[in-house]
């Protein structure tokens, strides 16, 4: 027995040395290996670990959630979801398995993935936090509202455009749409052929759905441009505001071959740049244009922000430009057009907001902005944006006098932007009707109001217009603009105390 | 008799209060796992601890009337590999979880079964030739047609009627019974040779003829199924008992030379088993294939490291069979290098507790089973874990009362009761020995030389 028990403890030490030997190299693994496995290109857990951290929500200004990390039943754990679809996918951006990371998720990426400490568990379900490092992300709050942007979608009607909406005060986005525009939820979605076919769509779009009409594209400015001219003239020439143009159907234009502009629908016009402004006379401005010069025109539009990027938190903004100086030397034909917003004049939706924000803001370009403030997930405030100023566009005169411009144009019988005019509210406005060179004409309205204290500035652009008297920037854009205008100043007057 | 009487209901307290202790380290896992993987308290975790809490309670009862001096461990170690299997596989697949319940749930009635059927391990040792044949036809059932079914290149399932189940687990139960029934009768006899062949003196063949014959069988059987894992078992199981019961050395050299021929001539034959080898030798030459499985157990357990990434919080569902053969990889991801250290331990534990038994164990047929059950289960782990850290090819059996499986789950459950009996025997036959304290505490001395009894008792008292 004494001998047996012997044997026995023996076996039971060899079964020991079996369980030494799987631990020793259990922990050989982890000492020598673990490492170079976490790494190795053929391990998926790096990219599962990615889609397995839940990103923050992004919301909207009056609350309305954009974006948010939903758990999965799938290998992935967290499903990105984008309830408002379409209408803020320019703006959301995505965050895609295949196609990486676009919008406010690419830009904002470190915000919505950072958790910022300290955590006190309100709930059970935050209780996990305490036992692991799972992340609970700050969430972000935009400046665009909800309703301003299923407004814009509303008035565009399916017509390819953009509205963009801007607090001139601070610089905060209201509303950015443009039509087409995309849903980001296939694209995160975790079914790759989703992905790709969503992907092979919007690329075999014509309309570019993935670069925004509004900040992505440009467009010929048309009319809306004489705002820049008019600046340069008070800036540069200011005695060129009074001179009195007379009435004319038609400019020739110089160093060309006896080439004639002439005004839309072969209308006659003239008067002081007030007159002019108001009835958007492209003879008269054409030839304040050349008067004030290619230089002060060139200088005046770089105040203005055109020929820089736009500072818009968002990634893959494009650039207004306007030609240089240098190119309209011996050229007074270039630079008569240029006045008007043609030749190679090419707008950002997004510049003309913000230069309409320039004037109702004193001359002061404030940095546009989408971030309003970050919130913990607690709803603890983590950081809140601090409007700052881009540029200095002009003088607060010189602002004072384009509004007058403006609101000329929506208010005197004979201008051009009457269906703008909102009963009660001062608009200061002014229309574009650009040719693109093609059939079709782009039709453009800018905007601000209320006029002693404005508080939202607009761009909105119709694009693929008939060359008809009915379909002008102020009878096609103004409209959208006045709703816009009408819908956030009754929202604000509401929530106003 | 005061001893005994004071005895009694201590072991079974502390086997309680150790049971509660692995309900609330379970409940804790569980709780935790779906905080990991939902965010959320799990929505059954009432009729979850009251489940578990009442199949322990049942098992711990019908061992206060059916075995009360049986050993207080072993229970409560098996409930909390089992607690923390069914964690992990709850966290893995919804459909398991509840079947896995429901196998849990047979397993206790087994164990009550079994202690009820067999109120001396002696009754065990009285049947030894029904248990053998029984064993025999079991490991045959999978080869019968119709009801047999190839899954994963081994023919190891048997389909009776809505029933699934591989024979071969209780099987290995079965035929430790009749090994060590058959060596308790024969060991002298084995132990010297009674016969010259020249110099040598040679066994009788004819009383190792039923060992022989059931060994050959087994594993003539187990090649024809594939099932190399459990072949392996197998044969450590009969080698090593020979070994304990006779002390021959020679029989454990013989053992290995006959098992690296049977694997080598394997090898030849079986194409399952040689794509198993090359994903052993190197796993990477065949990531898309064979190599596959082993290499995204290594992903899981490195990416767990030392404390893993939390429970619920891995991604183990990328591993193949991450509820059974590789549930020790999907465990290392989630609780670490620590936690799987703490699985290893328990079954070290369980194995300390039934070694234990058979140290104790007055007789020799008891002594035999004991150490047989004792070591089949750290062999298994062995085979299983050394599979996964590539110490050995990958075989495909389950981890003991962790994996997911009814058979496994019911058959171990049926080794543990069979444990106990033992156990309980034990303290009997000491105390029909006579009265002798001191001999009681050179007993207990003795067996405390095994890990962490110390502790144990302890916690008894």
Known sequence: MRATNQRVRLAGLGACLLMIIVFAQLNYLQIFHANALDNNPLNTRNILEQYAQPRGAIISADGVTLAQSVLSKDQYKYQRQYPEGALFGQITGYFSFTYGTDGLEDEYNSVLTKTSAPVLPTDLKQIRNFFTNQPAPDNMNVTALTSLQQLAARELAGRDGAVVAIDPKTGAVLAMYSNPSYDPSPLASHDQTVEQEAWKALDANPGRPLLAAAYRQRFFPGSTFKVITAAAVYDHQPALASRYFPYSTGLVLPDTAGQVMHNFAGEACGGTMTQLFTVSCDTGFAQLGLDVGGTNLAAEAKQWGWGTTTPLDLPGVAQSSFPPASTFTRNGGALAKSAIGQESVQAVPLTLALDAAGVANRGVIMTPHLLESVTGSQGQTVMTYTPKPWLTATSPATASKLTQLMVSVVNSPDGTGVEARIPGIEVAGKTGTAQTGGPDIETWFIAFAPVAHPAIAVAVLVENQPPADEYQGGTVAAPIAKAMIESYLEMKGKSAP | ?461
């Open chain 2, 1 to 461: 008799m005061n001893t005994q009487r004071w005895q009694r209901p201590a072991r079974r307290r502390a086997e309680f209060g150790m049971t509660l202790m692995v309900l609330l380290l379970t409940g804790c896992l569980y709780v935790l796992s779906n905080l990991g993987r939902a965010g959320a308290l799990p929505a059954d975790i009432v009729p979850f601890l009251v489940l578990v809490f009442a199949l322990m309670l049942v098992a711990h009862l019908s061992l206060r009337h059916l075995a009360p001096q049986a050993d207080p461990v072993l229970l409560p170690l098996a409930a909390l590999l089992n607690g923390t299997g069914y964690v992990f596989i709850a966290r893995l697949d919804n459909t398991e979880a509840s079947a896995q319940a429901t196998w849990t749930a047979i397993g206790v009635v087994a164990f009550v079964t079994t202690l009820a059927l067999f109120p001396r391990a002696a009754n065990l040792e009285r049947y030894r030739y029904s248990i053998a044949l029984a064993g025999i036809i079991l490991l045959l059932l999978p080869l019968a047609p119709h009801i047999g079914e190839d899954i994963n290149g081994a023919r190891l399932w048997v389909h009776l009627g809505p029933l699934n189940f591989q024979p071969e687990e209780f099987a290995k139960i079965a035929l430790a019974v009749f090994f060590s029934s058959v060596l308790a009768e024969r060991a002298d006899l084995l132990a010297t040779g009674t016969r010259r062949i020249g110099r040598w003196l040679v066994l009788e063949p004819r009383y190792l003829a039923p060992l022989i014959a059931a060994w050959a069988l087994s594993l003539l059987v187990l090649l024809a199924e594939n099932d190399l894992g459990s072949s392996f078992l197998f044969f450590t199981l009969f080698v090593g008992l020979l070994w304990v019961a006779t002390g021959r050395w020679a029989y454990l050299v013989l053992g290995t030379g006959l098992f690296t021929v049977g694997a080598v001539f394997a090898l030849d034959v079986i194409h399952h088993a040689q794509t198993r080898v090359q994903a052993w030798l190197d796993p990477w030459a065949h990531f898309a294939t064979s190599g596959y499985q082993i290499i995204e157990g290594w992903f899981a357990l490195a990416a767990g490291g030392l404390w893993g990434v939390g429970p619920g919080q891995g991604n183990p569902q990328v591993i193949p069979e991450s509820s059974t053969d590789f549930i020790f990889a999907s465990i290392g991801e989630e609780i670490g290098l620590v936690g799987v250290t703490a699985l290893l331990i328990a079954y070290l534990l369980m194995m300390g507790s039934g070694l234990r038994v058979a140290v104790r164990s007055q007789r020799s047929f008891s002594k035999l089973l004991a150490t047989g059950l004792s070591l089949l289960l750290v062999v298994q782990v062995f085979v299983v874990v050394g599979g996964i850290t590539r110490l050995i090819p990958i075989t495909g059996i389950t981890l003991p009362f962790v994996s997911y499986g009814g058979s496994s789950l019911v058959s171990n459950y049926m080794l543990l009761a069979i444990l106990l009996r033992i156990s309980d025997d034990n303290a009997n036959e000491q105390a029909l020995a006579g009265s002798r304290p001191a001999g009681l505490t050179a007993a207990a001395g003795e067996a405390d030389r095994f890990a962490a009894t110390a502790v144990i008792e302890v916690v008894g008292q």
